[in-house]
């Protein structure tokens, strides 16, 4: 807009409206650099410190320690994030690159996870699922090789009754893979590789996404298959996380983190009310498959 000095101008126009000052998130795709060589740093320290014996560069290992477990882990949260991006580059949805996000809390996995913006509403409910499925699915079907490489390669050791000593259950998936590699264990009885660990992770936040709350992935899933039914679905998912809260807190709280922040209600479609062709209905079907076979009641116990 040009600047008009003649006071005439300005004592017929009206004030300016008042600008609103928004924090905007880079999209540079060298910040998104920036973010996965951060993340990938977090992580390798994390994983080398957690998941090997040395403990990695923050004690007596090297920082290439932890690589079996940065690398594998940001290749399946990177895949879900342009399993997302490549769908909404294929329906001319404006959409972000992976977000990849570090954490400074190395104790954990070194990463809050990664996501995209998808920058504009989606108004097709065809649309609306195949994104929501795209990322979720797959990030599962490359968590797999991982899992299958990774399952024979535990360490067996003396089972431990010692307080505070970490254990993590494991998902359906985890038990059929290890029945068709012929191996079985549980977490206290082997040191898993980290690489397992990286799948492990893989496979809890698919599971975490494909809940059918909000705008989660599973959020967009239901909106397309049930339309105006979701609310009512995503309340009963409500109370049967609140019911687990019994076995432990991990579903209700990620579940009320995502109804306080995100919302139970998703977005309504132009259509609605049309319904779903088979072949989307299948691979609704399959989401549902994927995050039984990925789900854990109690992802980590604390003996």
Not at 63 to 91: K, N, T
Not at 205 to 216: F, K, R
Not at 222 to 249: H, K
């Amino acid at each position: 807009m040009e600047e008009h000095s003649d006071p005439r101008f300005h004592a017929a126009s009206p004030d300016p409206p008042r600008r609103r000052l928004r924090f905007r998130i880079p999209e540079h795709p060298l910040f998104h650099l920036a973010l996965l060589a951060a993340t990938f740093v977090t992580t390798t320290l994390a994983g080398g410190l957690a998941f090997t014996d040395k403990g990695g560069w923050l004690k007596d290992g090297r920082f290439a320690d932890g690589f079996a477990f940065s690398i594998p882990l940001l290749v399946i949260l990177g895949s879900h994030e342009m399993g997302h991006y490549l769908m909404c580059r294929r329906y001319g949805l404006a959409a972000t690159l992976p977000y990849f996000i570090p954490s400074p809390f190395l104790t954990l996995i070194g990463t809050f996870g990664a996501l995209i913006r998808i920058k504009e509403p989606i108004r097709d409910k065809r649309q609306l699922l195949d994104v929501g499925a795209a990322g979720p699915l797959a990030g599962f079907f490359v968590a797999l090789p991982f899992l299958f490489y990774a399952v024979p390669r535990a360490r067996p050791i003396p089972p431990t009754t010692n307080p505070d000593t970490v254990l993590f259950d494991y998902p359906f998936l985890v038990h059929l893979v290890q029945r068709w590699t012929g191996v079985g264990y549980t977490s206290a009885t082997v040191h898993e590789h980290p690489t397992f660990m990286a799948a492990w992770f893989g496979l809890l936040v698919t599971a975490l996404n494909l809940m059918p709350i909000g705008q989660l992935d599973g959020g967009h899933v239901l909106r397309a298959v049930a339309g105006r039914r979701q609310p009512i679905v995503s309340v009963i998912v409500l109370a049967l996380a609140a019911a687990s809260g019994f076995a432990g807190p991990t579903w209700i709280a990620f579940a009320a983190i995502v109804a306080i922040f995100i919302g139970v209600r998703h977005p309504p479609v132009d259509n609605d009310d049309e319904p779903l062709d088979f072949g989307r209905m299948l691979v609704a079907l399959l989401c549902v498959a994927v995050f039984l076979v990925c789900f854990t009641l109690v992802p980590v116990r604390i003996l």
